[in-house]
Nanobody, 135 residues
Framework: QVQLVESGGGLVQAGGSLRLSCAAS????????MGWFRQAPGEEREFVAA????????????????RFTISSDNAKNTVTDDAKNTVYLQMNSLKPEDTGVYYC????????????????????WGQGTQVTVSS
C-alpha cells in the first residue's frame, strides 16, 4: 500500500510561481515512478509531468515544457524496506489555463528508468490540490 500526500496548491496571479509537493510512502521492495496530472472543471484529467524512480528520466506535456519542472527526493530503508519518495512540481510563468486540481500519482516499478504519461498506468493517487491562476 502506498500513501500519497500532496501540498502546495493555492491562488496565484498569472506569471507567478507555485511549488507542489507529494510525499509517497509505503513498504516496497522496489521504487515508484511518479507523475502529476491535472483536471480543470468540465475537462478530463490530463498528464502534466512524470519522473522515473531513478530520477534520470522525465517527461512533460507540451503545454508545460519550459515552465514546469519535476524533481524528487528518494529514500529507502534497507532494513524495513520502507521507501519514501517525495516528488515536486515547480510551476513557473503560470497561466490561467493552468488552473485545475493537480493530482500526484505513483506506480510501483522494478525498472529504475521507467516513466509513464498515461493515467491508467498509475495505481495510487493523491487527494488533489487546487491551483488557481488569476488573469
Amino acid at each position: 500500500q502506498v500513501q500519497l500526500v500532496e501540498s502546495g496548491g493555492g491562488l496565484v496571479q498569472a506569471g507567478g510561481s507555485l511549488r507542489l509537493s507529494c510525499a509517497a510512502s509505503g513498504r516496497t521492495f522496489s521504487g515508484y515512478a511518479m507523475g502529476w496530472f491535472r483536471q480543470a472543471p468540465g475537462e478530463e484529467r490530463e498528464f502534466v509531468a512524470a519522473m522515473s524512480w531513478s530520477g534520470e528520466i522525465t517527461d512533460y506535456a507540451d503545454s508545460v515544457k519550459g515552465r514546469f519542472t519535476i524533481s524528487s527526493d528518494n529514500a529507502k530503508n534497507t532494513v524495513t524496506d520502507d521507501a519514501k519518495n517525495t516528488v515536486y512540481l515547480q510551476m513557473n510563468s503560470l497561466k490561467p489555463e493552468d488552473t485545475g486540481v493537480y493530482y500526484c500519482a505513483a506506480v510501483v516499478v522494478f525498472e529504475p528508468n521507467r516513466v509513464y504519461s498515461s493515467s491508467y498506468r498509475y495505481d495510487y493517487w493523491g487527494q488533489g490540490t487546487q491551483v488557481t491562476v488569476s488573469s
